[in-house]
């Protein structure tokens, strides 16, 4: 209660006055008393149910904790990590999710490990249009349209935490007949090539925003890009380590044989054309490293022309499905 000045004058001032406020101070402070006991009263209460509460949810994941077998604790970790998005983000795709048939999913066995491997050196002409880094909001739907209008299909090496802004564009993807590969969930160098289980980690934790995007729990591409090429660099020695580790896990990967330097400066159609025609040389099969990340204009300026090219020259176009399926 804020005492106005004026107000102790008037009291001062008139005897019979100081009666009455006393009264009502009295009375204020009983009515205090009363509001703060009932307000204790009903908190007691309140956190006892909750305690009640907590105990019966504690005894219920006990009991199930104590009756399943890892894989069912890895199956409950899993699904826990794929429901997070789908609360967090309002605009995300409220589809059920369903699990895709066998034939539709791609594949990692050691057969398929020699072809992934054995890609650059195929006397076919063929040639693999991979793009990284995105899906982007302006330039990954101007890529697709390209792709579609000229009946090829491509390889996505798309960022989980890309994926999460776009889940709509990568569904787009999928549904069109992409191949949706991995690329690891931050692109922070100094995060993913913390040690080898964080990259495992930035894997799974990309496929599950893939399996989040297009609605398909059992979703896993089983083929990785490491961020900035999987050999060189000031992580060269853990990138190494890693290879063996995620082969372990049903993770392989690749890279490119040529590029159009859209990530190297190469800023207009003309020094990237020139680019890729020098790296991709006279080679039969290529592997094109291209970027779909919002700020590459050039590049969905440039791709039906590379497209073009190639047709004319007789090569055939394909995906990683070619390869995994
Ligand atoms: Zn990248």
Known sequence: MKIEPGYITEVKSNKSNIGTIIFCLVIGLISVAIVFATVILSYGRINKNVDTAQEG?????????NSSNNNDKNEKKEEKKVE???????S?????????????LPKYNEEIEKKVVGVYSSDEKQIFLTFDDGPSTNITPRILDILKENDVKATFFVLGSRVDLNPEITKRAYDEGHFIANHGYSHDY???YSSIQAILDEYNQC??????????????SHLFRYPGGSAGGPYAAIKEEAKGFLMQNGITFTNWNCLTGDAEGKNTGDDQWNYLMETAGSRT???ILMHDAGDKEVT??????IIKHYKDQGYVFKSYYDIMK
């Open 57 to 65: 949810v504690t005894k219920t994941t006990g009991k199930a904790n």
């Open 84 to 90: 997070e998005p789908l609360a967090q983000k309002e």
């Open 92 to 104: 995300f795709p409220t589809h059920d999710f369903q699990k895709a048939l066998d034939s539709e």
């Open 190 to 192: 100094s995060s993913i």
């Open 207 to 220: 496929t599950n925003s893939v399996r989040n995007a297009i609605g398909v729990s059992n979703y896993n």
């Open 285 to 287: 099969s290529l592997v």
């Open 300 to 305: 969905a300026e440039l791709l039906p022309r």
